[in-house]
């Protein structure tokens, strides 16, 4: 197949990717295209993968770091132009099903973040979590708004909440994620979310009830214990009813979400340049640690029930 196409160009200029990082893409696209056996070994991989459906992510992504030693090219910058490549298959299915080419440009907006996230961290255009878009290519993962979106099964013993839903074993809820997106958390924002998510699933819930569950570092109760009161983190916990919450073994395990390249220094030489970064800096110095919440929504259409 030809790499460097017009459609690869196109679509990382939709998204404003960073110029290092169009320019690191672009050039080892278009070594696939010189370097006839590099390309068809690359293809191998891509079409193994997408064809006839989506499947094996993790095996592909294996043959692509294998190439990227064989061939003496960053795993991370390998794995991003796997996904680039898939990209416009994926694209046509989402025509082809019917679902729509403003969805798709809409949900793979995530390969941007993920690049961000890889630069920060890692210091090389790329992504370190490629297999995060297994959803994405199979079309179960959706972004609406600034969440993103997926079809699941509740696995806990059954329990009500407070406003009255109950929660059994097997039952269907939406499972959704936070990206990166730098967009913030306001009201506005998430709302508008929940509503166009629910158009979406609303079919789902015979009772016109959708029930939206996350699982987030976000979600720590802890939060409120330390973190800064006008951040939206906390006006976004308030959506939920937090059910379980678990708290690290050590440390912070998403440190690197909040402190980039930097999560690994000892905690008293953290970057303390902003709000959040200050108050995970002093609470990890005084000997806390990390964690996380999981936690539910029932949406009505227009507004949270409680």
């Given at each position: 197949?030809?790499?460097?196409?017009?459609?690869?160009?196109?679509?990382?200029?939709?998204?404003?990717?960073?110029?290092?990082?169009?320019?690191?893409?672009?050039?080892?696209?278009?070594?696939?295209?010189?370097?006839?056996?590099?390309?068809?070994?690359?293809?191998?991989?891509?079409?193994?993968?997408?064809?006839?459906?989506?499947?094996?992510?993790?095996?592909?992504?294996?043959?692509?770091?294998?190439?990227?030693?064989?061939?003496?090219?960053?795993?991370?910058?390998?794995?991003?132009?796997?996904?680039?490549?898939?990209?416009?298959?994926?694209?046509?299915?989402?025509?082809?099903?019917?679902?729509?080419?403003?969805?798709?440009?809409?949900?793979?907006?995530?390969?941007?973040?993920?690049?961000?996230?890889?630069?920060?961290?890692?210091?090389?255009?790329?992504?370190?979590?490629?297999?995060?878009?297994?959803?994405?290519?199979?079309?179960?993962?959706?972004?609406?708004?600034?969440?993103?979106?997926?079809?699941?099964?509740?696995?806990?013993?059954?329990?009500?909440?407070?406003?009255?839903?109950?929660?059994?074993p097997g039952d269907t809820y939406i499972n959704f994620h936070i990206p990166s997106s730098g967009v913030p958390?306001?009201?506005?924002?998430?709302?508008?979310?929940?509503?166009?998510?629910?158009?979406?699933?609303?079919?789902?819930?015979?009772?016109?009830?959708?029930?939206?569950?996350?699982?987030?570092?976000?979600?720590?109760?802890?939060?409120?214990?330390?973190?800064?009161?006008?951040?939206?983190?906390?006006?976004?916990?308030?959506?939920?009813?937090?059910?379980?919450?678990?708290e690290n073994d050590e440390g912070f395990s998403n440190g690197w979400r909040v402190f980039d390249k930097y999560?690994?220094?000892?905690?008293?030489?953290?970057?303390?340049?902003?709000?959040?970064?200050?108050?995970?800096?002093?609470?990890?110095?005084?000997?806390?640690?990390?964690?996380?919440?999981?936690?539910?929504?029932?949406?009505?259409?227009?507004?949270?029930?409680?």
């Open positions: 197949m030809k790499h460097n196409t017009q459609f690869i160009q196109d679509f990382m200029k939709h998204y404003d990717y960073p110029e290092e990082a169009i320019k690191e893409f672009t050039r080892l696209l278009q070594r696939l295209d010189d370097e006839e056996k590099f390309g068809n070994e690359f293809d191998i991989f891509v079409n193994g993968y997408m064809y006839p459906e989506a499947d094996g992510l993790r095996e592909a992504l294996e043959g692509v770091d294998a190439l990227g030693i064989k061939y003496e090219e960053n795993e991370c910058t390998m794995e991003f132009v796997f996904l680039l490549l898939c990209a416009p298959i994926l694209r046509e299915r989402y025509i082809e099903k019917g679902i729509g080419e403003k969805l798709f440009w809409e949900s793979a907006s995530d390969f941007k973040y993920k690049l961000i996230e890889c630069i920060k961290c890692e210091e090389v255009p790329g992504t370190f979590v490629a297999g995060w878009n297994d959803g994405l290519f199979k079309m179960e993962r959706f972004t609406f708004g600034r969440f993103q979106y997926e079809e699941s099964e509740f696995e806990r013993d059954e329990y009500k909440l407070k406003c009255g839903k109950v929660l059994k958390l306001s009201d506005e924002v998430r709302l508008d979310s929940y509503k166009k998510a629910y158009e979406n699933y609303k079919h789902l819930f015979p009772d016109g009830l959708v029930v939206f569950g996350c699982h987030s570092w976000l979600l720590y109760p802890k939060h409120r214990e330390f973190l800064p009161k006008n951040l939206n983190i906390l006006r976004f916990m308030d959506d939920f009813e937090i059910i379980e919450s678990d999560s690994d220094l000892p905690y008293d030489q953290l970057p303390q340049d902003t709000a959040l970064r200050k108050a995970y800096a002093q609470w990890l110095i005084s000997g806390h640690k990390g964690g996380n919440g999981y936690g539910f929504i029932v949406f009505d259409g227009e507004k949270i029930l409680r």
